[in-house]
Structure formats: C-alpha cells, structure tokens
C-alpha cells in the first residue's frame, strides 16, 4: 500500500484496534508514515459477512478521509541517539547487574532470561570469533532494515551467553534471514508462532560443540551451545531487526520454540549423506540452514521394523490441517511483492539415528521416503479447505475449479515429495520430531 500511495493511487489500511501501533510502525519502516488508516474494533477474520460489513460501514468516514485527504510524506525523524555505553550502579555488582537487566527489559531488548553484560571487554573477546571488521555490514534486517553489523551481532552474541567459536555460526544463520527467498517481514511480524529451526552441519559445528545427540534441543549441559547460539539469533532478530513484541511482532499466543530452536545433524550416526549435500554444499563444508517452523509434533514409534509403516505413522502428523502449511499450496505461495521470490511450503522431519536405520537396511534413501511420505499423507480436499478461503483457491488455481465437485478427493499436504526436509538428529531409542514450516528453508555456507 505504500508502493501505492507512492505511484498516486490513493489507499486505505482497514486494521483492528490491536494492531495501529503495528501498522503505523510498519508505515514508517517502509517510509511512510502517514499511510492512512481506518480503525475497526476487531480483526475481520473469524467474523460473519454481515459482522464485517457492520464494522466496515462504522469506519466509512474514515476511508472517505484516507482517500481524499493528502497523505504526509514528510521523512520520519529518526528517533534520538542512543548513548554508546550504559553504565549500571549498584551494592555489588550482582546488583548493579540486576539494575542493567530491569533496564534491557523495560526497554525491550530482552527475551525475558538473564542476560551476559556485553562489557567492552567481553564484545572484544567475542569479536576474535571472525576475521571479519566489526563495522562490516553482514545483512539489512527486516521488519525494521536494521543495519546488523559484526560487532551488533557480537554483543548479542555475548548477552546469549555464547563464545568467540559460536560467532561465525551467527553471522551464517544471519545472513540466512536476510535471504530474500526467506521472506523475513512475513515471518517476523506475523500473529503466527514462526520460530527459526537452525540447523547445523560440518566441523565448525562440531567445534563450537553444537549437540547432534541426546536432546539435541535441550536443555542441559551437552546442549549448552546450541541454546546460546538459537537464543542469539532471536536477540539479534529484536534488536537489530526490531521484531519487538506489540510493535511488530504480533504473535497471537507465542511459542517457547522461539527462545532458541538450534541444533546439529547427526551426521556421525546417519546412514545417508549429510543433509548440507543435499542442499548442494561439499561434504567437508561448513553450513548452517535456517527454516521457519511454527511447531512441532513428536514422531513417536516403538513398533515398526519396515520403511512402510513407518512412513504411515510419519504421515500421521503430517496431515495437521490447523497447521497454517497443510495445504497451503491449494492458495498459492507465500510471495514478496518486492522481490518477486516465492516460497513453497516445506516442512522438516528430524529423523532418529534408529528410524533411520530401518529405513537404510530396507534401501530407502530420502528421496524414497520423500515419496511414500507425499503418497501417504494426503486429507480429502473437503478437509483441507477447512480453513481456507475458496476465493483466494479460485485466484491462485482456476484449473483446480473442478475440486468443488469432488469434496472426497484425497490431496497432498505439500505441494511435491522435495517439501519435506530430513535430517538425522537425536540419540537411541524411536523418538523422532515433525516440524510444521512456513516457507523454504535457506542453507548458507560458513565463511572463514
């Protein structure tokens, strides 16, 4: 809409009551500030026609003035500098601690856990991580185009708690985000749980000692990397991307996925070549993939001794229709108007090191359970549209019109076998997870 306003096409944003400040935030992200609004009470989803028509007619003025009026397109004035370093008293310095740590969440800076000072001293010793400049520009971070320089990244990297070996992991799972094809804002800002699923491959992972192994995703000691280096990338987020709470990020309920989501492939115990080959990178490379996830569900099964019946317990959670991704390919692909990058909906599947040796002793490789998993988890097309507006089935495939006549037709979950991503992580015993994903996920490798 700001595109359009800016083209000379008058517009107006319809936006409840909860999300003004959002919208005018986002306004002057892109620019434009004073992009007009009509307010109603509530969102328009979940509300019966008449009830939209109702709260639509109420804001009728508004729209009147929004198309007529001029719009302000003076330039936003950029809020006032921030001193370069703070400075906390107190009785001791655990005290004077506690002062900084009240202070970051007032502000917003925190994700609610203690955090590590980011000393001079401690930011120096993290930047000793890369060979790189701390004023070196690693990314641009949407929502709010922050600017996430080496040293931005290292002193969120120090109040995660993590070490100078985790710091070249960070700038990689960085710059995954800012991947056009990620589609960040959407991600960011959504009312949705989205939560980045980072993935680690190669020895630089094994030397910042990422967990492949026994609760890979924690929490504990053996896991204590992986923690600091996923709660990491969500402080960068916020405070380098500005994906703040009630300003622009507007997750309806939220998700402790979102804390910190990090691990690494076992690649020592999976039958299969490394995930990172799959994505085209060499075996002995370094990669770090980020993929969106908005949840997960446990790939429970003690029982089965054959690639088949494993594969109908997998697509057992697969076909989820509350999640957002089942199905998302009967409207479309998520898609940046700017970019014009799109996104088929993937999910991921974090396989057992058992799991996988059922599969492996029988010949499957992932492309064969990549296919028997696109056979088998299907869901009636009445089903699957259970959530969906028919309209927008209609704009995005109108060769598919014939559906309506046909409401048992089983349909895949995804849109082909390539949309599920498998990776070997965990220890003993037949405990899988199924992660549900929003987008594509970005493979990035590790730079020296």
């Known amino acids: 809409m700001v595109e359009l306003e800016r083209r000379g096409v008058p ?3 319809f936006t409840a009551q909860t999300f003004v400040h959002d919208a005018h935030r986002s306004a002057a992200s892109f620019g434009l500030a004073g992009l007009p609004l009509a307010v109603v009470p509530l969102p328009f989803t979940n509300q019966k026609p008449e ?3 109702r709260m639509a007619e109420r804001a009728f003025e508004q729209v009147v003035a929004g198309l007529t009026k001029p719009v302000d397109a003076r330039p936003v004035a950029p809020p006032p500098p921030l001193e370069d370093r703070f400075a906390y008293d107190g009785s001791d310095l655990l005290d004077a601690w506690s002062h900084m740590h009240a202070d970051f969440l007032r502000r917003g800076w925190s994700d609610g856990f203690p955090l590590v000072p980011a000393t001079p001293r401690a930011v120096e010793a993290m930047l000793r991580g890369t060979p790189r400049s701390p004023a070196d520009v690693v990314a641009t971070l949407e929502p709010g185009f922050g600017i996430a320089t080496v040293e931005k990244l290292a002193i969120n990297a120090v109040m995660a708690g993590c070490g100078p070996e985790h710091l070249p992991l960070l700038l990689t799972a960085v710059r995954c985000l800012a991947e056009p094809k990620m589609y960040i804002r959407n991600k960011a800002m959504s009312t949705g749980p989205h939560a980045p699923l980072v993935l680690v491959n190669g020895p630089k992972g094994r030397v910042a000692n990422v967990n492949a192994g026994m609760c890979a995703l924690g929490p504990g000691a053996p896991s204590a990397s992986n923690t600091v280096l996923g709660r990491a990338l969500r402080l960068v987020m916020m405070n380098v991307g500005h994906t703040y709470v009630g300003v622009s990020d507007m997750d309806t309920i939220g998700s402790p996925l979102k804390y910190a989501c990090c691990c690494a492939e076992n690649e020592a115990e999976s039958p299969w070549e ?18 969106f996830v908005y949840g997960m569900c446990e790939l429970h099964d003690f029982r089965s001794t054959t690639p088949e019946d494993l594969v109908a317990v997998f697509a057992t959670a697969a076909t989820n229709v ?6 998302l390919w009967l409207i479309g692909r998520r898609a940046d108007p700017r970019t014009k990058t799109e996104e088929r909906e993937h999910n ?18 992932r492309r064969e359970i990549q296919e028997a998993l696109y056979r088998a988890a299907r869901l009636p097309f009445k089903t699957m549209m259970l959530n969906k507006e028919p309209k927008a089935m209609a704009a995005a495939h109108p060769e598919l019109a014939w559906l309506a006549d046909h409401p048992d037709l089983p ?8 949309c599920f991503d498998l990776a070997v992580v965990g220890a003993a015993a037949g405990r899988g997870a199924y992660f549900y994903g929003a987008g594509e996920p970005v493979t ?5």
């Open 322 to 327: 509350a999640q957002v991704g089942t199905g």
């Open 274 to 291: 490394p995930y990172h080959v799959t994505r085209g990178f060499a075996k002995d490379a370094s990669t770090v993939t980020v993929h």
């Open 51 to 53: 009830d939209v028509h």
């Open 411 to 418: 349909l895949p979950v995804v849109e082909d076998p390539g």
């Open 11 to 13: 517009t107006v944003l």
């Open 348 to 365: 991921t599947l974090f396989i057992c090191p058992e799991h996988a040796q059922v599969f492996a002793k029988a010949g499957w490789g």
């Open 444 to 448: 990035l490798a590790v730079e020296d």
